[in-house]
């Protein structure tokens, strides 16, 4: 059974650096999506991604953050400058709208420094 | 927005005892699905149940979407069902998921 993937499991950066987190889609989804878990919270919605541009994104979604499917495979979020507070579980998700069915990725462990 | 809860927040449980994991939502939903979070912090697909009863081995879900709630069955618990059980929701407005705050569940050996 197809599955998202996500890289890298675990990212550890310094404060004010950037890094980017990957994701691979289920090849036939047409929507993606990112979500973040801070430790001991709920899962949040970050941005949800469809025809090449983002269709909807949530007040966390600040201009800190960018997405982009820079090829036919890969969905990317970008954090500019990181924070103390970006320290999360990051979460990729695509979903084919015929069945409704969203598959989430196993995430990325965050640790901003 | 759609807001969603879920009870009880915590739960221990002896291995062998069974459970029901609740999830209230204050809208109508297209999407429902429930993950088990495991210690690494991995989100494992459940269920997809917008409506109806579905049964996979000893886990069981229904969502009774009229009256705006769903439950997730556990019987014979193994300590290995310990985690994080979340239900998330799409509402009929937008494509992505409203998670419920969770119930913590440890089954003790």
């Known amino acids: 059974e197809p599955e998202v993937t996500q890289t890298p499991s675990h990212q550890v950066t310094q404060m004010g650096q950037e890094v980017i987190l990957r994701c691979v889609p289920i090849?036939?989804?047409?929507?993606f999506y990112w979500y973040r878990q801070i430790l001991g919270q709920k899962v949040e919605f970050l941005v949800s991604?469809?025809?090449?541009?983002?269709?909807?994104k949530s007040e966390i979604f600040d201009d800190q953050f960018s997405v982009e499917r820079p090829d036919g495979s890969n969905f990317t979020l970008k954090i500019r400058s990181t924070k103390l507070e970006d320290s999360a579980m990051y979460f990729c998700?695509?979903?084919?709208?015929?069945?409704?069915?969203?598959?989430f990725g196993p995430g990325t462990r965050l640790t901003v420094t | 927005g759609i807001q969603v809860e879920q009870s009880p927040p915590d739960l221990i449980l002896q291995e062998g005892a069974n459970s029901t994991l609740r999830c209230n939502f204050s809208?109508?939903?297209?999407?429902l699905q429930w993950f088990h979070q495991n210690p690494w912090g991995q989100l494992i697909n459940l269920f997809y149940?917008?409506?109806g009863t579905k049964q996979n081995g000893r886990l069981s879900a229904t969502t009774v979407a009229t009256e705006r709630y769903s439950l997730l069955y556990i019987s014979s618990s193994q300590t290995t069902d310990s985690g994080v059980y979340f239900c998330?929701?799409?509402?009929?407005?937008?494509?992505?998921?409203?998670f419920g705050p969770g119930t913590r569940l440890s089954v003790l050996p």
């Open positions: 998700a695509s979903s084919d709208p015929g069945t409704g069915y969203d598959n």
């Open positions: 090849s036939n989804h047409l929507y």
């Open positions: 991604f469809y025809n090449n541009e983002i269709s909807e």
């Open positions: 809208d109508s939903v297209n999407n």
């Open positions: 149940i917008p409506s």
């Open positions: 998330a929701v799409t509402d009929n407005y937008g494509q992505n998921f409203v």
